[in-house]
Every structure is written in structure tokens, then in C-alpha cells.
């Protein structure tokens, strides 16, 4: 079974700032794709950001990137230039193909500080 | 194009009775998931349809079921309601197909059972 491990329940940045977001899956399978999700206190989820296992670069979305480590089984998330608008909680999320079961993390609430 | 939506977006039923959810896709997605969401557990998949199929389940009893119309639109019911099911109850809609299999979430249903 695939678990996907998130490790800081909470996290502060300051606006402008830089903030990095760590996230650990356990998984024997080769393909398969990573996802992290924000959802502000709206509850409304929304893709931040996704990496195919098979893909070597790093995915990157404006101010979010990825550090995806495939040997370590390693996917953070950084978020660059904080802004307010960043304050959610963020989930990791593993997806195995062809299969849409989609597994998260427990989160990690992020409060961007002025 | 408009998004996953979702009704009723709050509901409160008493331990024993019975509710449908119901959840709308964007226009062209046949792949319907859903989610449960509670503090304690997190983010728990419950089951995805796609074509009217049941084509993924996740660990929960056969008192959560679910649907899905020839229009892409799915429901799911969940009967002898247990104070444990409150939840905020998420569904997701995607293509189904391909690669990407990208998941677009609906603002949820916050379920209170008393």
C-alpha cells in the first residue's frame, strides 16, 4: 500500500519570504504521479503543482517548485516570495496509474505572517 | 467552463438515518471520485466511478455507497448514519483517461450527523 508522510504539521513564513514543504511517499511501483494540493480556509482544494515520477526535472509553477527525489522517495514543495494569499493547508498526494486512488498526507498548515 | 459543484453543501441528519450526496463534474470529465475528510483521519478516498462503473474502492463499510449517471453526474449514500460520519465529504471529477488524470475538486459537502 502506498503512504504518503508529511512531517511538519505546521508552518510560519514571513511574506516575501521563502518556505519549504516536506513530503515522503513509500511505494514500489515505477510509474506513478505526485501532486501537491492547497486548500484555503474556503475548503475549496487546488492544484499547486504535479510531477510525473517518470519526468527528471523538476516541475515548477510561478513561484512553486519542486525537489523531487525519486531514490529517496522525496517531494517537497517550495514556495518562493510568500504572500499572504499562500495561508492554507497544503497536502502531498501520490496517485498510481492507471488507478485514480489517490492518497494524501495529513497537511501541513502554512500561515504566511506580514 | 464551470466546475465540480457539488449540493447540498451542508446537511445535518441524526445517527440511524440515511443521506445522498450528489456532485456534478466539469462539462467532459467521466471520472467521479470521492473523499472523505476528518481531522482525525485526513483526507480518506472513498471510491471512483467512471463510464457509470464503480472502478476504484477504498476501505470503507458497504454502508457508503455510490453512483453514477449516464451524464457523468455521481451521488453517493451513506445509510444508518454513525456519529463518526460527519465529515466534510469532497468529490473530484477528471478526464479518466490519459496521463494527466489532473483532479479538480468541488468545495464539499460538510456532513454533521448528532
Known amino acids: 500500500a502506498q503512504t504518503v508522510t508529511q512531517s511538519q504539521p505546521e508552518m510560519s513564513v514571513q511574506e516575501a519570504e521563502t518556505v519549504t514543504l516536506s513530503c515522503t511517499y513509500d511505494?514500489?511501483?515505477?510509474?506513478?504521479?505526485l501532486f501537491w494540493y492547497k486548500q484555503p480556509p474556503s475548503r475549496q482544494m487546488i492544484l499547486v503543482i504535479r510531477?510525473?515520477?517518470?519526468?527528471?526535472q523538476n516541475a515548477t509553477e510561478n513561484r512553486f517548485s519542486v525537489n523531487f527525489q525519486k531514490a529517496a522517495k522525496s517531494f517537497s514543495l517550495k514556495i518562493s516570495d510568500s504572500q499572504l494569499g499562500d495561508t492554507a493547508m497544503y497536502f502531498c498526494?501520490?496517485?498510481?496509474?492507471?488507478?485514480?486512488?489517490?492518497?494524501f498526507g495529513a497537511g501541513t498548515r502554512l500561515t504566511v505572517k506580514p | 467552463k464551470a466546475g465540480v459543484t457539488q449540493t447540498p453543501r451542508y446537511l445535518i441528519k441524526t445517527r440511524g438515518q440515511q443521506v445522498t450526496l450528489s456532485c456534478s463534474p466539469i462539462?467532459?470529465?467521466?471520472?467521479v471520485s470521492w473523499y472523505q475528510q476528518t481531522p482525525g483521519q485526513g483526507l480518506q478516498f472513498l471510491f471512483e466511478?467512471?463510464?457509470?462503473?464503480?472502478?476504484n474502492k477504498g476501505n470503507f463499510p458497504g454502508r457508503f455507497s455510490g453512483r453514477q449517471f449516464s451524464n457523468s453526474r455521481s451521488e453517493m449514500n451513506v445509510s444508518t448514519l454513525e456519529l463518526g460520519d460527519s465529515a466534510l465529504y469532497l468529490c473530484?471529477?477528471?478526464?479518466?483517461?490519459?496521463?494527466?488524470?489532473?483532479?479538480?475538486f468541488g468545495p464539499g459537502t460538510r456532513l454533521t450527523v448528532l
Open positions: 498526494a501520490f496517485m498510481k496509474q492507471p488507478n485514480n486512488d489517490m492518497r
Open positions: 466511478y467512471f463510464s457509470e462503473t464503480q472502478r
Open positions: 462539462s467532459g470529465h467521466r471520472s
Open positions: 473530484a471529477s477528471c478526464t479518466g483517461t490519459g496521463l494527466s488524470n489532473e483532479q479538480f
Open positions: 510531477q510525473e515520477a517518470y519526468k527528471q
Open positions: 511505494t514500489s511501483e515505477n510509474n506513478y504521479y
